[in-house]
Structure formats: C-alpha cells, structure tokens
C-alpha cells in the first residue's frame, strides 16, 4: 500500500487540492451550506436504492475489479459517510438535470479551506471520524494488475464508480467512522458560515 498522502491532518487522494469545486442542489440547501456551513453526507447504502435513478448506483461503495480472471468486490468495514461535489471543468448543465429539484450551482472557491472546516469541526465535537478527500476513478470491474491492486489506498473502493458516470467528474469529501457503527444513514455537519469560501454560480 503507498503512504497516505496526509496534508494538515487530511487524507488525500492525489494533490495539490482542487482549487475550486462545483455542486447542483436545491436553493434551500445553497443558502444553508454558504450561510450555516450546513450539509449532509449520506452512507453509500443510502445511494443503493436511491428513488432518482440518475443519481441510484446499486453498487456505491462497494469496489470491483477484475484480477486474473475473477472479478473481486471490496467494501468497508467501517461506517462511512459521502458527499460528492464536481471539479470546475464539469459542464453545469449536466449536473442541474440530474436532479428536478436542482435548480443552483455553488462554487466552493477554496476547498482546502472547507475542508479544513470540516476538521475543525470533527475535533472540536470530538467526533470519532477520518476525513478522506479525494478524486472519483471510474473504473469498476476492470481489469487491473498485481502492482496496481497494492496500490490502491485505504478505502479506495469509496472513490470508485462505473464508467457511465464519467462526465461528472466527482470529487468526494468521506468522513470514516473509527469505532462501532451507527444505525443513522444520515451524518448532518454545521460548520459555520461559509460565505466568504463558497458562492452561488450565475447561471443567466
């Protein structure tokens, strides 16, 4: 397994960061996340059985490659909690019509900045969580090498998706639960106001 790229107590994918990170969601929880720091991360379960099909995947979380002819699933041991933004070259249009209830585009204009929030936030409630950041790879069940299987970091299986969902150029914020599991699909953080690190995109 390769080192944990570890950046100011964060867990990284790759790096440097993203320097700006885009989402489509309602109005409504525009306006919390920018004016409370308020959002929601959800358990890859929950996407399972999602009732909107553009955004169900019956296999988020579970990782899938193929190695010497057998196809191999992975999945946590841990309870983990995601929640999926888009790096800024994705195109907008794509991600409102994912959803009928999107209607706004924000822009987190400093994702470490978030992020470190995020960490702030989890150490002072003294919250038994990991923060992992990183880019979505889209390669489920491919066929991959020896090497490239202990290359994989920790909890990869969370950053995997399938190919077809490609164009959104996911990248994921997890939270890992380290201790016992929690019933609760739901993981709900306030973070404070964001307004001066996240902005409402001008669609006209």
Same mark, same amino acid.
């Given at each position: 397994?390769?080192?944990? !790229? +570890?950046?100011?107590?964060? %867990?990284?994918? #790759?790096?440097?960061?993203?320097?700006?990170?885009?989402?489509?969601?309602? /109005?409504?929880?525009?306006?919390? +996340?920018?004016?409370?720091?308020?959002? @929601?991360?959800?358990?890859?379960?929950?996407?399972?059985? =999602?009732?909107?099909?553009?955004? @169900?995947?019956?296999?988020?979380? !579970?990782? *899938? =490659?193929?190695?010497?002819?057998?196809? !191999? =699933?992975?999945?946590?041991?841990?309870?983990?909690?995601?929640?999926?933004? *888009?790096?800024? &070259?994705?195109? $907008? &249009?794509?991600? $409102?019509?994912?959803?009928?209830?999107?209607?706004?585009?924000?822009?987190?204009?400093?994702?470490? #900045?978030?992020?470190? /929030?995020?960490?702030?936030?989890? /150490?002072?409630?003294?919250?038994?969580?990991?923060?992992?950041?990183? @880019?979505?790879?889209?390669?489920?069940?491919?066929? !991959?090498?020896?090497?490239?299987?202990?290359?994989?970091?920790?909890?990869?299986?969370? =950053?995997?998706?399938?190919?077809? &969902?490609?164009?959104?150029?996911?990248?994921?914020?997890?939270?890992?639960?380290?201790?016992? *599991?929690?019933?609760? %699909?739901?993981?709900?953080?306030?973070?404070?106001?964001?307004?001066?690190?996240?902005?409402?995109? &001008?669609?006209?």
């Amino acid at each position: 397994m390769p080192e944990p !790229i +570890l950046r100011q107590g964060i %867990e990284y994918n #790759e790096e440097p960061p993203p320097s700006v990170l885009v989402k489509a969601m309602t /109005r409504q929880r525009a306006l919390q +996340l920018i004016d409370e720091g308020e959002f @929601r991360l959800s358990k890859p379960s929950y996407y399972r059985t =999602f009732e909107n099909p553009e955004l @169900r995947d019956q296999n988020e979380g !579970i990782g *899938s =490659f193929t190695l010497n002819g057998k196809e !191999i =699933f992975t999945e946590s041991g841990n309870d983990v909690f995601i929640w999926g933004t *888009s790096l800024e &070259d994705v195109n $907008l &249009d794509m991600l $409102l019509q994912l959803s009928q209830t999107y209607d706004t585009i924000v822009s987190i204009n400093n994702p470490e #900045e978030f992020f470190q /929030r995020i960490l702030s936030y989890i /150490r002072n409630n003294q919250s038994p969580y990991h923060l992992h950041c990183g @880019r979505v790879t889209y390669n489920r069940a491919q066929v !991959i090498a020896q090497q490239t299987l202990r290359g994989q970091r920790w909890h990869y299986n969370v =950053f995997q998706k399938d190919i077809r &969902d490609v164009d959104q150029v996911e990248y994921r914020i997890s939270l890992t639960r380290l201790g016992h *599991s929690i019933e609760e %699909e739901h993981l709900h953080l306030t973070i404070g106001n964001c307004q001066d690190i996240i902005s409402i995109e &001008d669609l006209a």
